[in-house]
């Protein structure tokens, strides 16, 4: 009963593929976010959905689709995948601005 | 856009001393301040929080302070134990009208010696 999980946990693939990572929340939570974390460690905001509404949308390459096909899920596609694309992404989910966040256990992605 | 600047990078300390991390923030209209800790391979988890209408909190042996005038918080942890390794993220968020906008600080690696 993962409150906030996403597939696949790894993933690696080649450059120029298309993949998809995969997350659901059950925690009733009205918005969904996902979070890239490099290799420094360093954790960026990606994406927001509020109720299936993107309201935030960071200067991602538009390689990066988010979609939401209700408010328990939120799907991350990239295309023409690249090197620099290798990360760990986080999907996450939280109540109204102030609330806590919770943090999916994340998706390796390695681009060979 | 809002900043978030984390100090140390590393820190090291004895089983039983206290750690401090701090951080601070370049938007005044930051309202929401967590902290995470991250374990090697796992996910962010949330530790303690504080609102910008409370000036400090305290949770067992970890505490949170924060300065809204001169927009600096930090991260108080008494008796370190061994278990409290890890990398330690602050963070700020002003309303949205929606979701949180966390922006993260880079992150503190905290190691506790024996």
């Known amino acids: 009963d993962t409150a906030v999980s996403q597939t696949p946990k790894y993933l690696v693939t080649q450059m120029g593929n298309d993949k998809s990572i995969k997350c659901e929340q059950n925690?009733?939570?009205?918005?969904m976010y996902w979070y890239k974390q490099d290799s420094k460690k360093f954790l960026k905001i990606m994406f927001s959905?509020?109720?299936?509404?993107?309201?935030i949308n960071e200067t991602v390459p538009n390689r990066f689709s988010p979609k939401s096909p209700d408010k328990a899920h939120l799907n991350l596609h990239i295309n023409s995948l690249e090197l620099g694309d290798s990360a760990v992404y986080f999907c996450?989910?939280?109540?109204?601005?102030?609330?806590?966040?919770?943090f999916g256990e994340g998706s390796w992605l390695t681009v060979v | 856009g809002e900043n978030v600047e984390q100090h140390p990078s590393t820190l090291s300390v004895q089983e039983g001393d206290s750690a401090v991390i701090k951080c601070t923030y370049s938007?005044?209209?930051?309202?929401?301040f967590p902290w995470y800790k991250q374990e090697l391979g796992k996910r962010p988890q949330l530790i303690i929080d504080?609102?910008?209408?409370?000036g400090e909190k305290k949770d067992q042996r970890i505490a949170v302070t924060l300065n809204k005038t001169a927009k600096h918080f930090s991260l108080h942890i008494t008796e370190t134990q061994p278990e409290d390794s890890a990398v330690y993220f602050c963070?700020?968020?002003?309303?949205?009208?929606?979701?949180?906008?966390?922006?993260f600080g880079t992150g503190t690696q905290l190691k506790v010696e024996l």
């Open positions: 996450a989910s939280g109540g109204h601005s102030g609330n806590t966040i919770y």
């Open positions: 925690l009733g939570h009205d918005t």
């Open positions: 959905y509020n109720n299936k509404e993107l309201i």
């Open positions: 938007d005044s209209a930051s309202n929401y």
């Open positions: 504080i609102r910008s209408n409370v």
């Open positions: 963070a700020a968020s002003p309303y949205t009208g929606g979701g949180n906008k966390l922006t």
